[in-house]
């Protein structure tokens, strides 16, 4: 593993596939021209609108993403996660799979959102993700990169459930990928903390690209797409706006902070 950089990008998505493509790749030039070999994408970068249309273009939205996502990594000559699109199971459901591709367009990981977020807000917002979306039931991978470290899956609500990156920690992972639309009230109170949280239990790095804004009716998303170090520390935050947060992922510093704090090491229960 080398010293290295990554980005975190945050984008607003809309119900519109052809146009959050022209975004994310705005962005993910962006991103390659400050310098970064490893570059993720939000939960929902290629489409977020309403159910019944998610569903209604699915075949079509998971299509146009992976050639998208292969097709980014060829040019830019990157690394790229696609932080959650949705992939049709039949007529009613799809996965929302986060996919990592590497610099020649080949497929590294897929991983298949196991926690859906069904949810009633205090709000007053309710969320049914189960309504359109099938639960994964693999664990999810860690892809062992030789330069870019132990690469960690997961995606946005997955953040509450501390087991899943016990169990990445366990099978050696250095990075986790937290991809999210998290929602403005939630955000508000939760986002930080919890990523914040996983990074310095496990002592890992986290990328956590993010969705911002206003995207539909009342679909609102809280943004502040982030980089934390093992120690806990926010290395970049993209604050409200669309954006990239950009920050070094270095070996050195992991080894320093699990030399310091060897809290893996000093687990008792599984």
């Not at 205090?122 to 991978?141: L, Q």
Request: aromatic share 8%.
């Amino acid at each position: 593993m080398k010293s290295y950089l990554a980005a975190a990008i945050q984008m607003t998505s809309l119900p519109d596939l052809e146009k959050n493509l022209v975004q994310a790749e705005e962005l993910i030039d962006l991103a390659v021209r400050q310098g970064a070999e490893l570059v993720s994408l939000p939960e929902n970068f290629s489409f977020l609108g309403k159910e019944e249309d998610k569903i209604a273009l699915g075949d079509a939205i998971a299509t146009k993403s992976e050639k998208f996502l292969k097709t980014m990594a060829q040019r830019f000559q990157i690394t790229i996660l696609g932080g959650g699109f949705p992939v049709p199971v039949d007529s009613h459901k799809v996965y929302n799979t986060a996919l990592l591709i590497d610099p020649s367009g080949q497929e590294l990981a897929r991983y298949e959102k196991v926690h859906l977020f069904d949810v009633n807000l205090p709000d007053g917002n309710t969320y049914r993700e189960s309504n359109t979306v099938m639960a994964g039931t693999r664990i999810p991978p860690v892809y062992p990169s030789k330069h870019l470290g132990n690469l960690g899956l997961s995606v946005c609500y997955d953040v509450r459930f501390p087991e899943l990156y016990r169990h990445l920690a366990q099978m050696g992972a250095d990075i986790f990928f937290v991809p999210a639309a998290f929602t403005a009230y939630t955000g508000a109170y939760h986002w930080q903390v919890l990523l914040q949280a996983r990074a310095i239990e496990n002592t890992c790095y986290i990328i956590a690209p993010a969705q911002t804004g206003q995207h539909y009716a009342l679909r609102q998303t809280h943004g502040h797409a982030m980089i934390i170090d093992p120690w806990g520390v926010i290395l970049a935050d993209a604050g409200d706006a669309p954006g990239v947060a950009i920050a070094e992922i270095n070996p050195s510093r992991l080894e320093q902070v699990r030399r310091q704090m060897p809290s893996l090491q000093h687990r008792v229960f599984l």
